[in-house]
């Protein structure tokens, strides 16, 4: 499980180790990588070791983009629960890499993942447990069933296609004419 951005508090990396905690009482071997740095990484860090997962989260610093595009490569589920974010490009990138993105209903990532997806998850009036069950839920889903990532590659890779700069000048001038 992929996790790449800016370390800050509403980008919600604190819920995806807390998502991963709990999956990790299910499958042992499964690993979560986080890319990036920030001023939250100190408490993310801290939350680790509290939940005893050291061994099997693994802190990235900031990494040019080729590098970064070869953890994609490695990687079968990229989770991003930010609470705010208006677009995204590291959701666009994962996907593009045919990575499944599993994200909450909050700002541009929802948009580009396709708010209809059983993989972005509904938070309205929902308190924090219920967030991370929903979450860990759908990770668990694709964790159990690994020809479901395979079967959502090819359709991930085509929606990224609309966000082709060429589709994108397509889409502006149907709107003028």
Not at 137 to 164: A, H, M, W
């Amino acid at each position: 499980i992929l996790f790449a951005g800016n370390l800050l508090h509403w980008k919600g990396i604190h819920l995806a180790i807390k998502v991963f905690a709990y999956i990790k009482d299910f499958k042992s071997n499964v690993v979560l990588k986080i890319v990036g740095n920030g001023p939250f990484q100190k408490y993310l860090v801290k939350l680790v070791s509290k939940l005893k997962l050291s061994g099997s989260v693994i802190f990235i610093q900031s990494i040019p983009q080729d590098e970064l595009f070869k953890i994609y490569q490695t990687s079968d589920l990229f989770l991003f629960p930010s609470f705010h974010d208006s677009g995204g490009f590291v959701v666009l990138e994962a996907m593009a890499y045919g990575l499944p993105v599993i994200c909450i209903n909050q700002g541009g990532p929802s948009n580009i993942v396709g708010e209809n997806s059983a993989n972005v998850i509904n938070i309205d009036n929902k308190n924090i447990n219920q967030i991370i069950q929903l979450l860990a839920t759908r990770l668990k889903y694709f964790i159990d069933n690994p020809g479901n990532i395979q079967c959502e590659r090819s359709f991930l890779q085509c929606r990224v296609l609309q966000y082709s700069w060429q589709n994108i000048i397509n889409n502006v001038y149907k709107l003028e004419a």
